[in-house]
């Protein structure tokens, strides 16, 4: 069990934060932008989900209560370093969790009318909260492979506090996007389904004289 008796600490006045393993790097490490991203990602989702009641049934906002969950999991995933040895069994995102994902898609996807346009992130306030927290969850994915190319995907040797990333954390926000994809356009089911773009529309009408 966590437990936060203070809520400021000063420890990060000079620039730098704790890793989960007790190390200390620059708040700019491409670590840290990543886990932040997830962090920004989880919250659009809470924005999302206070808007999905009565939108929703209870099935699917179990799902996107689970998905906050994993969110917070899974930044703690990246705020762990890779190694040989731990003192404690760390929480890591496992390829389980992709595959649920994978089987959510298919069976939101499955009676969606077939895509014949790009779409547009609107409709009602929920499908447009969803889109938002796709883009989100799409950003922590790069931020993530930038912190992948930074510091690799190996385990750092025992003893020492560098190690690398999860690989299937990137995995996951990759799944997550294309979920939220999908749960925005079955959102938008009752209210007249997806807002397609139509290239050049502004352009097309004529001039009024």
Known sequence: MVRLTKIYTRTGDEGMTGLSNFS??????????????????????????????????EDTLH??????????????????????????????????????????????????PKLDSFILPGGSGLAAGLHLARTVVRRAERATWHAIEAHGTEPGKKGHTEGGMNIVAVKYLNRLSDLLFVLARYANIKHGGDVKWVPAANRRQKPTK
Do not use: M
């Open 24 to 57: 200390r790097v620059r708040k700019t490490d491409p670590r840290i932008e990543a886990y932040a991203d997830v962090d920004e990602a989880n919250s659009a989702i809470g924005v999302a989900v206070s808007l999905a009641h009565g939108e929703f049934d």
């Open 63 to 112: 799902l996107l209560s689970q998905i906050q969950n994993d969110l917070f999991d899974l930044g703690a995933d990246l705020s762990n370093p890779l190694n040989e040895h731990y003192e404690y069994e760390p929480l890591r995102v496992d390829a389980v969790w992709v595959d649920a994902l994978e089987a959510a898609i298919d069976k939101y996807n499955k009676d969606l």
